[in-house]
């Protein structure tokens, strides 16, 4: 079935440096999407992607919509400690296909 | 306030007891969705459904049934449940821009 690729797997940063994180995907999608998931909380959405070569910003956040539409990666910058948590990418088809995600993304920051 | 509820929050159950897992949603929203999240494989979407007595399979789907007879309730229901069932779960309503209920962890004995 489909699979996306999400690396890094896990980052150890220090606060304040900005952290990069993509997702690769065999397949195209239509839709990406980044959420972010903290410790015992449900995934929580961060940014949405609907066209190919979008870039959209969320706060320190900056997302983009790869090209090929196969691919997507988010930024964070200047990060802080609330940053912590897990990063996932997920990719959708059409608006009533299902929703794929990656694997997940671990932020860790170093006091 | 615009919620995702699941119920129960914590289940711990023995091999073949069926069971339901509830879930609601105050939004209105048409489309909804169950993940199970197991340690090294992230989430995996179950069953969706883009609106009332339309349900789809997602990518692991077995061993599991969805019903959708109203917009807002949406059960997952394991008919005989088994230790390799033994996972977080979440339910999820409003497509693209999903809200994510807060979690039933399950445990399959």
């Known amino acids: 079935g489909q699979q996306l690729n999400q690396s890094p797997q896990s980052m150890f940063i220090q606060e304040g440096e900005d952290v990069s994180m993509n997702c690769t995907s065999s397949s195209i999608f239509n839709t990406w999407l980044w959420y972010k998931q903290d410790p015992g909380e449900g995934p929580v959405l961060l940014i949405a992607?609907?066209?190919?070569?979008e870039l959209t910003s969320n706060g320190r956040l900056t997302a983009q919509f790869g090209i090929t539409r196969k691919d997507s990666f988010l930024n964070i910058s200047a990060s802080i400690p609330s940053d912590v948590g897990i990063y996932f990418c997920a990719g959708q088809l059409d608006r009533d296909d299902k929703i794929i995600f990656g694997k997940g993304t671990r932020l860790h920051i170093l006091p | 306030e615009a919620q995702v509820t699941q119920n129960p929050r914590y289940l711990i159950t023995v091999t073949g007891k069926k069971l339901t897992v509830t879930c609601s949603q105050n939004?209105?929203?048409?489309?909804m969705s169950w993940y199970r999240q197991d340690p090294g494989l992230g989430l995996r979407q179950i069953y969706y459904s883009m609106n009332v007595e339309v349900t789809d399979k997602g990518d692991v789907p077995e061993g599991y049934k969805v019903s959708r007879k109203e917009k807002r309730n949406f059960p997952l229901i394991l008919e005989s449940p088994s230790p390799n069932q033994t996972s977080l779960y979440f339910c999820?309503?409003?497509?693209?821009?999903?809200?994510f209920g807060p979690g039933t962890r399950l445990t399959v004995l």
């Open positions: 992607l609907y066209k190919a070569g």
């Open positions: 939004m209105n929203h048409e489309y």
């Open positions: 999820a309503s409003g497509g693209v821009g999903q809200y």
